[in-house]
């Protein structure tokens, strides 16, 4: 199976909290990225967490890493039409910091 | 500040026609470059890294091949396309640092 492990869509409503959860396998992971890719587009970053952080927030999106269950979440809260996107989840493991790449999960939004 | 160019943004190739694909970065130098590709909107798979001029490595054996003739340019290419190569191709380079990936544009490809 893959290194990291992400479910493959996940549909919220209008105004809620999105969660989107990943797992992975290798313990010596220094950090861990969510990126965002819109239809069409090119992957962006958005944010990444150093393994020995428990979370890291940023205005709507709040990170939650879990490092003893290998566990990584990224929680969008009042999630807007424009939040209908792709979102990867990857691991650095190397001093080169070469990324490992989820599947990405499909964030549907209802109206 | 640092910016990727990857061209062009969609390509209509027929089948057996060969096939190049160009990436530049500004801003930066010694990049790692990287070409990966997405099928149908979904996962990512390296095709080719790339960690300085002339050095090339393939992560999947294809129809596909890889350059790098200046520092902060990256090619891919084709002798003879197949159907198979139809897919989103994504240019991204990163530094020796953990800031992660920064992603072209991509190239929507279709062979037919």
């Known amino acids: 199976g893959e290194d990291v492990e992400q479910s493959l869509f996940l549909s919220v409503r209008e105004g809620d909290s999105s969660v989107i959860n990943c797992t992975y396998t290798?313990?010596?992971?220094?950090?861990l990225y969510w990126y965002k890719q819109e239809p069409g587009a090119g992957l962006q970053l958005l944010t990444y967490?150093?393994?020995n952080m428990d979370m890291k927030q940023d205005q709507r999106l709040t990170v939650l890493l879990n490092k003893k269950d290998k566990h990584l979440s990224l929680r969008i809260a009042d999630t807007q039409t424009g939040d209908s996107a792709i979102y990867f989840c990857?691991?650095?493991?190397?001093?080169?910091?070469?990324?490992?790449w989820g599947a990405g999960t499909k964030l549907i939004i209802k109206p | 500040s640092q910016t990727i160019h990857q061209w062009p943004a969609t390509l209509v190739q027929p089948v057996g026609s060969p096939l190049s694909l160009e990436c530049t970065v500004e801003?930066?130098?010694?990049?790692?470059l990287y070409w990966y590709r997405q099928a149908a909107g979904r996962g990512l798979q390296l095709l080719f890294y790339?960690?300085?001029?002339?050095?090339i490595s393939s992560e999947v054996p294809q129809n596909l091949s890889a350059s790098r003739p200046q520092d902060r340019q990256f090619i891919l290419s084709s002798k003879k396309l197949l159907l198979s190569d139809s897919g989103f191709y994504l240019c991204?380079?990163?530094?020796?640092?953990?800031?992660?990936?920064?992603f072209g544009s991509g190239t929507r490809l279709t062979v037919v």
């Open positions: 967490i150093f393994s």
């Open positions: 801003g930066t130098s010694n990049p790692n």
């Open positions: 990857a691991e650095s493991r190397d001093s080169n910091y070469q990324l490992i």
């Open positions: 290798d313990s010596s992971s220094t950090y």
């Open positions: 790339s960690v300085g001029i002339g050095q």
């Open positions: 991204a380079w990163s530094g020796d640092d953990p800031y992660g990936y920064t």
